[in-house]
């Protein structure tokens, strides 16, 4: 059974999954949560199945976009490879926007800017120089490959 983080839950947290998902852009942000305290932190995928990483690495989730109920404090979309792109899956999408409209913050990490981009939800996103075309978004923020 997957871990549900809970940290005297004054924010709930929530991290929209698919398959492909880079490992390292959901795990550096839950351990951030987790070092931060007070967040509840929940994984979400579309069917509420475990979702495979770029890796390899499946991850266990804690229920389906839909189950999500009642306002979310942050929605979390993490970066998918450069190659997966195209496969932008529409569920996720949908999801995302549907969490979107209740949640405080939408909020990307790297390349999941395309993704709430494409769901009509983010209005700026950051990531590096190469993506910013892939947005769709407003704002881009963009680090060239020196991270300046």
Known sequence: MPREMVMDATGDVVFA???GVLLLDVAGPVQVFDSAGG?????????????RTDVGVS?????????????????VVPGYPRDEFAGVVPEL??????LA???????SVCTGGVRP?????????AGHDALAGLCGVGGVVSRGASGA
Do not use: F, K, M, N
């Open 93 to 98: 999408v949908d999801g995302v926007r549907r």
């Open 117 to 125: 981009g494409a769901g009509g939800v983010a209005r700026r996103a």
């Open 59 to 75: 991850l266990g989730v804690d229920l389906a976009l839909s189950e999500v109920g009642g306002d979310v404090d942050t929605l």
């Open 101 to 107: 409209a209740g949640a405080r913050r939408v909020v």
């Open 17 to 19: 999954l698919s398959d």
């Open 39 to 51: 967040y509840r932190v929940r994984l979400a995928s579309v069917d509420g199945r475990a979702v």
